[in-house]
């Protein structure tokens, strides 16, 4: 059996660890899901919340006592201030209690879905006896706190969103190269397909995002640059669906820009109602900033559904999509070039089509959950020895 370790689990975007899960089933591995906590149960809209929530079991608040190995590892950490330290013995109860239930249940192998304090547990379960694991980094090193070398050191492999934090982790932690999987996290490409759309009125478009209300996701930028291409004359709308601490700063900035008739904020959404946005929309747009964006799951479902994108240069987009192949690349903070790609996108419908075709083509050939979730499944086969599908021997013998 294969544990899936994920924090606060569900939240409202881990919808594609829910898919992973399902692609996983479907090749014939049993799953058992984990997680750190149990998030507040208005956290996820998604229609699978409920049962993940009943399916998972949570290691905090822990059920179990002991575990003076992994009270060692943690206190020889030498990036984590001391004071944190002595907050962490928390985290060697959590890891207790996952060690007892992966002996319960009969899991093999854990693979986590964060470097940050997830990753700890993990390593102080495996130091206890527990199972191999492995680990998924999501963004920049530095949003997943310090003491990654500790974290990674008895990994068996890592997987990472991006091949600019495969560099990452060699250059900063100095783990072997080989032994880290560049992957996507992936999605449906058949649930998200394009619609029969036409292809649309010269000097009109409709935009959309799928982003939570938080600073770092540039929304502000965004909104400044639809008030630039309207001021060219475009007939632009733009519609965000998510909800997060930015809501009234946001709000605040559609009024200054005389925008509400024009910008529209759904709050939360759950999945269907996700592609019922993106299907009814001609482009979409990230304009995100910072640090922590990696491989954008909606980018990847806008792609899929034929849209081109307006998107930062951020993570791994640049991977992700080629300027003017499948969409735009723009500078982050950039109102201007943001503005401009809206323009040439209302005013050019036949270019929205030609875009939003190619990067549809491109969500197939690599986006596609059932490919991703394979790789990383023969990824950690490969360096574990085990065999997770049902059926299979203990171990496999690799060339």
């Given at each position: 059996?294969?544990g899936i ?6 939240l409202?975007?881990?919808i594609?660890f ?5 692609a996983?089933?479907q ?6 899901m ?9 956290a996820?809209r ?5 049962e993940?929530?009943r399916?998972t079991?949570?290691?905090y ?17 030498k990036?984590?201030p001391l004071?944190?330290?002595?907050r962490?013995?928390?985290l060697v109860l959590?890891a207790?209690?996952l ?6 249940v009969?899991?093999?192998?854990i693979?986590v879905?964060?470097?940050a ?6 390593a ?9 694991y492995?680990?998924?980094?999501h ?10 070398a ?7 492999c ?7 934090l ?5 250059r900063?932690v100095g783990?072997p ?10 999605l ?8 029969q ?8 478009l ?7 209300l938080?600073?770092c996701?540039g929304?502000r930028f ?13 007939d632009v709308?733009?519609?965000l669906?998510g909800?997060?601490p ?7 900035l ?5 925008l ?7 709050g939360t959404r759950?999945?269907?109602?996700v592609?019922e946005?993106?299907r009814r929309s001609?482009?979409?747009?990230l304009s995100?900033?910072?640090m922590?964006e990696?491989?954008?799951i909606?980018l ?6 034929g849209?081109p994108?307006?998107?930062s240069i951020?993570g791994a ?5 080629t300027?003017?192949?499948?969409g735009m690349?723009?500078p982050q903070e950039?109102?201007a070039?943001?503005a401009a ?8 419908p036949?270019l929205?089509?030609s875009?939003g075709a ?5 969500a197939?050939?690599q986006f596609?959950?059932?490919?991703t979730t ?5 990824f950690?086969?490969l ?8 059926g299979?021997g203990?171990?496999?013998?690799k060339?």
């Amino acid at each position: 059996m294969l544990g899936i370790l994920v924090p606060e689990f569900p939240l409202q975007t881990h919808i594609f660890f829910w898919r992973e899960m399902a692609a996983l089933k479907q090749m014939g591995v049993p799953v058992a899901m984990l997680s750190t906590r149990r998030p507040p149960e208005n956290a996820c809209r998604h229609e699978f919340a409920a049962e993940a929530r009943r399916q998972t079991h949570y290691v905090y608040p822990p059920s179990a006592f002991g575990g003076w190995r992994a009270l060692s590892y943690l206190m020889k950490l030498k990036e984590t201030p001391l004071s944190k330290r002595l907050r962490g013995v928390g985290l060697v109860l959590c890891a207790k209690d996952l060690y007892l239930h992966c002996r319960r249940v009969g899991i093999r192998h854990i693979h986590v879905h964060s470097c940050a304090d997830a990753a700890h547990v993990a390593a102080m379960c495996n130091i206890l006896g527990g199972p191999s694991y492995s680990l998924t980094l999501h963004g920049d090193l530095p949003v997943y706190g310090v003491d990654h070398a500790a974290k990674m050191a008895r990994a068996a492999c890592i997987s990472c969103d991006g091949p600019h934090l495969k560099e990452q982790i060699v250059r900063e932690v100095g783990y072997p190269a080989e032994k880290i999987l560049p992957n996507w996290m992936g999605l449906d490409t058949h649930q998200f397909s394009p619609s029969q759309r036409s292809e649309g009125q010269v000097g009109r478009l409709q935009l959309a995002t799928v982003a939570r209300l938080d600073a770092c996701k540039g929304h502000r930028f965004a909104i400044a640059a639809v008030r630039k291409a309207v001021d060219e004359g475009c007939d632009v709308r733009y519609t965000l669906a998510g909800e997060g601490p930015e809501r009234a700063n946001i709000e605040r900035l559609i009024q200054q820009l005389r925008l509400s008739d024009r910008v529209q904020l759904l709050g939360t959404r759950g999945e269907s109602e996700v592609l019922e946005l993106l299907r009814r929309s001609d482009a979409f747009v990230l304009s995100s900033v910072g640090m922590g964006e990696a491989g954008p799951i909606s980018l990847m479902e806008a792609m899929s559904c034929g849209l081109p994108a307006v998107c930062s240069i951020i993570g791994a987009t640049p991977q992700m999509l080629t300027d003017g192949v499948e969409g735009m690349l723009i500078p982050q903070e950039d109102e201007a070039k943001l503005a401009a790609g809206f323009v040439r996108l209302a005013r050019e419908p036949a270019l929205r089509q030609s875009l939003g075709a190619a990067a549809r083509r491109r969500a197939v050939s690599q986006f596609d959950s059932a490919a991703t979730t394979r790789r990383l499944l023969e990824f950690i086969e490969l360096h574990t020895g085990l065999s997770l599908r049902e059926g299979a021997g203990s171990s496999t013998v690799k060339a």
